[in-house]
């Protein structure tokens, strides 16, 4: 086994929670989200980042079953990982993470494994930008409408632009960090995160852009959010001959508007945009993939996205293209359909589309178990709304095909 460098960075990965609110009869770290547990998902994140020493915190008694989560995850980085038992507040927990850090770490970041899919990619853009004297804290800008209340009624607006929502990891100078722990336990405070007690302390707070991804699993929502990112339902295949299907394809058309104005990238046609204004919605805006879902629902006389995605179901809240489109070919398949193609057209002035089309139709298609999709873009001469920059709209035309063993029983007696 090659000998790795001594890193000069930890990651303390949090995973001492009891999971009260998920109620799900084990301490929410150890809970599956498919084949593995949240706190297994939570590692695969940690150790495909840049190698750094990583220390687990579990609760009492789930010691050896982090050990084994630890060593599934690691690989042949298992020698930069080990596991502690916490405490019984977030903040011994931390504490003593903190206590079995390497002397060579200088840089540490604090994660809570009930982040489960927080990309590799963010875990190392806050290692890289805590310097000096600042901690860095992931974050996405507040989307929600904000009230403050009184007594249950409305007091007053609260401005989104002064918010943002903090995640994990949280990156820190472990010197100044352990310095912030002594203080806030020699005068007994309490904070909800780290960047609160570092804050406290005196020192300045950063801001890094987090995800969508790094959601914190707390409630049964949350879990089967995750569980739909991380194993989209399964759809047929679109059968391979007209000897697998029987009755009349049948034909249905959606339509879908957003205004540009939501936050963070946009996303359209399943890809992220980086750099192009967002546009709004209740999920990610994504106008081709909402009217591609209303187009195949009406196909098949399923009702539409709002019935089955809308504000109701919170579980589907930030979801992307792949989890809408494979939700709803799994609808289609459990009403005894098969998707044929799908044919989806978009109008506005931006992003400029044919150099990603390719991409965006394989997307798509993939979200669909491989049934063919094709999407075209055009601009409307400056006329209307799209011509202005306002917003996108879009029109989809979707086939669907009966199945063969669509409404077959027993033969009589």
């Known amino acids: 086994m090659s000998i790795l460098p001594v890193p000069h960075t930890a990651v303390i ?29 939570a590692l695969d994140g940690v150790f495909a980042a840049a190698p750094m020493q990583v220390v687990v915190v579990a609760p009492q008694g789930y010691e050896g079953d982090a050990q084994t989560e630890l060593q ?18 977030r903040q011994e927990s931390v504490a003593a993470g903190l206590a079995a850090l390497w002397g060579d770490v200088t840089t540490v970041l604090v994660h809570d ?8 990619a963010v875990i190392d853009a806050v290692a890289a930008a805590v310097v000096g004297d600042a901690g860095v804290v992931p974050s996405l800008p507040v989307v929600d409408t904000l009230k403050r209340v009184a007594d249950g009624l409305v007091t007053g607006a609260v401005d989104r632009a002064e918010l943002a929502a903090a995640q994990t990891p949280q990156g820190f100078p472990r010197a100044l960090l352990e310095a912030a722990y002594e203080t806030a336990v020699a005068h007994g405070a309490e904070y909800t995160d780290d960047a609160a007690l570092f804050a406290a302390a005196g020192h300045p707070v ?18 089967e959010r995750a569980r739909l990112l991380v194993s989209p339902p399964a759809v047929p295949a679109t059968p391979p001959s007209p000897t697998v299907v029987a009755g ?25 945009w980086p750099g192009e204004p967002a546009l709004s919605g209740h999920s990610d805006g994504d106008a081709v993939a909402h009217a591609v879902v209303d187009a195949l629902l009406g196909a098949a006389g399923l009702g ?22 494979s939700r709803t070919g799994e609808l289609l398949a459990e009403a005894g359909f098969a998707v044929g193609n799908v044919s989806v057209q978009f109008q506005g002035n931006r992003p400029r589309f044919s150099g990603r089309r390719a ?10 178990g491989g049934a063919p999709v094709s999407v ?30 669509r409404g077959l029983s027993a033969p009589a007696e």
């Open 304 to 325: 539409d996205i709002g019935e089955h995605f809308g504000t109701a179901h919170p579980e589907y809240a930030g979801a992307h293209a792949d989890v809408f489109l």
């Open 72 to 89: 599934a995850a690691a690989g042949d980085r298992v020698d930069l990982g080990r596991v502690v038992t916490g405490g019984t507040t």
């Open 359 to 368: 991409e965006a139709e394989a997307a798509l298609s993939a979200a669909l």
């Open 248 to 272: 009349a394809p049948r034909v249905g058309i959606g339509t879908d508007v957003h205004a540009f104005g939501g936050e963070g990238n946009l996303w359209l046609a399943g890809l992220e």
């Open 13 to 41: 990965v949090v995973a001492a929670g009891s999971g009260t609110r998920l109620d799900a009869g084990a301490p929410k770290a150890f809970v599956g989200i498919d084949g593995h547990s949240i706190l297994r998902h």
């Open 376 to 405: 075209t873009a055009t601009t409307t001469d400056g006329l209307g709304f799209p011509g202005r920059g306002e917003g996108i709209a879009v029109t989809a035309v979707a086939l669907v095909i009966p199945r063969q063993d």
């Open 113 to 120: 494994a009930a982040r489960a899919l927080t990309p590799p």
């Open 206 to 223: 950063r801001l890094v852009p987090g995800s969508e991804r790094s959601f914190k699993i707390t409630t049964p929502a949350d879990l």
